[in-house]
């Protein structure tokens, strides 16, 4: 692998992609053989989860299907619960803090293409951060970008698309998300 264009990638600053396909061949592979396994199997998935995200805490949990770009740069916190078919393009770290629900079919991306086309034409892209805080719930099919952070608590509500930084505490819903709610810490 490409380490030098990999810690560009993690910082945020413009790299060329097509460098990392062997690291990301090897996350696809794990997510194909991850997915494949039998949900009773929990020795077997806890070790897949091991092997391809960077680190899991105690008790978070995956369901199949899941993929991911790099599997390395997303941290799942303790007791937090990805359902059904996310999506994480993880060109950037994705953190999870404890006790985090995802819903089904929820997307966070981290990479960013230039807007400018004849920069896009060179194929370079850079990656902003996902951070999200402790005891959040997002609703299903929703779609987070980069440099997103989700404070304490919050609850973002079904098929919103998180442009923006949500502070702890709020009800998100919308597209783009807006705070409709504030909640009693």
């Keep these: 692998m490409d380490e030098e264009t990999f810690s560009k990638m993690v910082a ?99 990479a960013i293409h230039p807007t400018d086309p004849e920069a896009r034409a060179t194929d370079i892209e850079r990656a902003a951060p996902i951070v999200v805080g402790n005891n959040v719930w997002i609703g299903g099919n929703v779609t987070i970008l980069p440099g997103v952070q989700i404070g304490d608590n919050t609850v973002v509500g079904a098929g919103s698309v998180v442009t923006e930084s949500l502070p702890a505490n709020v009800v998100a819903v919308g597209n783009p998300a807006r705070i409709v709610k504030k909640l009693a810490k």
Excluded at 79 to 105: Q, R, S, T, W
């Design 12 to 110: 945020g600053e413009w790299y060329h992609p097509a460098t990392l396909e062997p690291e990301r061949l090897r996350a696809q592979t794990l997510c194909a053989e991850f997915n494949a396994l039998r949900p009773v199997d929990e020795k077997r998935r806890s070790k897949a989860m091991r092997d391809l995200f960077g680190s899991v805490g105690e008790g978070a949990w995956v369901m199949q299907p899941f993929h991911c770009d790099y599997g390395r740069n997303i941290q799942l916190g303790p007791k937090c619960f990805l359902n059904y078919g996310c999506v994480m393009l993880d060109c950037a770290p994705i953190l999870f803090g404890e006790h985090v629900l995802v819903g089904p079919g929820c997307h966070f991306y981290t």
